[in-house]
């Protein structure tokens, strides 16, 4: 179910109800199900198969592996009904089929210039899938909120904690079209 919104602008991009945005690139819901995966068919059948073995063993108060086990398949577990929901609730956005390349939407990568000078360059992307190491912001960060449908050579209003700062969108761009 690839969709493309063509005015996803803040509000259709902002949080989905219960705070959390849903929007996730293919390549994002592509990791969250092969991440579901490798805890459905590898990790817990070997953490099932530790447990029964420690189990056999006899008193379970005191069986370090039986313990460490059990807790071990719970946080498994939670992750799997996490994930799960999170896949059954994703709406998956293709930038690369974005029709308005001149303004920032979701998945596009932006570079912009500070007050201070500073040229930064990010990519908005699902909160699922930011990674600010990588450059990579959440659609409900502040610097993705100010950037929403701005065009090269607008100026925009960045709210952070150290209070409101102008920043200039320099560059917009999306990953080729498939």
């Not at 447990?51 to 379970?60: E, H, Q, Y």
């Not at 007050?115 to 699902?126: A, K, P, Q, S, Y």
Request: proline residues 7%; glycine residues 10%; charged residues 25%.
């Amino acid at each position: 179910m690839l969709k493309n919104p063509a005015a996803s602008g803040p509000k259709a991009g902002g949080p989905a109800p219960g705070g959390l945005s849903c929007y996730i690139t293919p390549a994002g819901i592509a990791a969250m199900r092969g991440e579901l995966t490798t805890l459905l068919r590898d990790e817990r059948p070997k953490i099932v198969e530790i447990v029964s073995w420690a189990a056999g063993n006899g008193d379970r108060s005191e069986n370090g592996d039986y313990q460490y086990g059990k807790r071990r398949l719970r946080e498994i577990d939670r992750r799997i009904r996490f994930l799960t929901k999170r896949i059954d609730n994703a709406i998956i956005v293709d930038p690369a089929a974005q029709p308005q390349r001149n303004r920032v939407f979701f998945g596009a990568t932006v570079t912009y210039a500070t007050e201070h000078d500073e040229e930064r360059t990010v990519t908005i992307l699902g909160v699922d899938e930011a990674d600010m190491a990588a450059g990579q912001v959440s659609l409900v960060s502040p610097v993705a909120r100010a950037l929403m449908r701005a065009g090269i050579g607008d100026e925009v209003r960045l709210t952070t904690p150290r209070g409101e700062e102008m920043i200039e969108v320099l560059a917009i761009s999306y990953p080729a079209a498939p």
